[in-house]
């Protein structure tokens, strides 16, 4: 019983000592790293941006859901008219693109992404289809 007992006790200390020894490598690794030559790495997981805040996608996200957009508009893919998302992929957020795009939102288009026409919302406002292009150009990745 005391041979199975010290032959136990003695595995287990080889096996505490083989784990401080990995952990110092590691952790003298992790303080040397700084000096080394190795470059470091790079971070290439998207950052989430939380839009939530921002007024012209509050402003925008409400016209948006309290019109008929929804029904022919997703944001992530096509449905009978483009993704949001690749609307603002096309196109820049200048105040020439904002400005154009809320014409073609009010008065309606057909050729740019197909056949479907657009239909057209003439009773909606310039500044309130300036909102919604605004909105949707946020949505860019």
């Known amino acids: 019983m005391y041979t199975i ?3 136990t006790l003695i595995i287990i200390t080889i096996c505490f000592a ?9 952790s003298k690794k992790e ?7 190795e470059t470091p790495a790079v971070d290439t997981t998207p950052k989430v941006v939380d839009l939530s805040a921002n007024p012209d996608y509050q402003k925008g996200l409400a016209l948006v859901a309290g019109s008929d957009c929804l029904t022919c508009h997703k944001v992530e893919e096509k449905n009978i008219g483009p993704a949001y998302r ?3 992929n096309k196109y820049d957020a200048t105040d020439a693109n904002i400005s154009m795009l809320a014409g073609k939102i009010i008065k ?10 657009m239909t057209p919302h003439p009773t909606l406002s ?8 605004k ?3 946020l949505l860019k990745k």
């Not at 083989?18 to 590691?26: E, H, P, S, W």
């Open 5 to 7: 007992m010290r032959k």
């Open 18 to 26: 083989a784990y401080a020894c990995g952990n110092q490598d590691a």
């Open 31 to 37: 303080e040397g790293s700084a000096a080394t030559t």
């Open 86 to 88: 690749d609307v603002a």
């Open 108 to 117: 309606g288009g057909q050729g740019v992404w197909g056949a479907i026409p």
């Open 126 to 133: 310039q500044e309130d289809a300036e909102q919604m292009v």
């Open 135 to 137: 909105y949707i150009l």
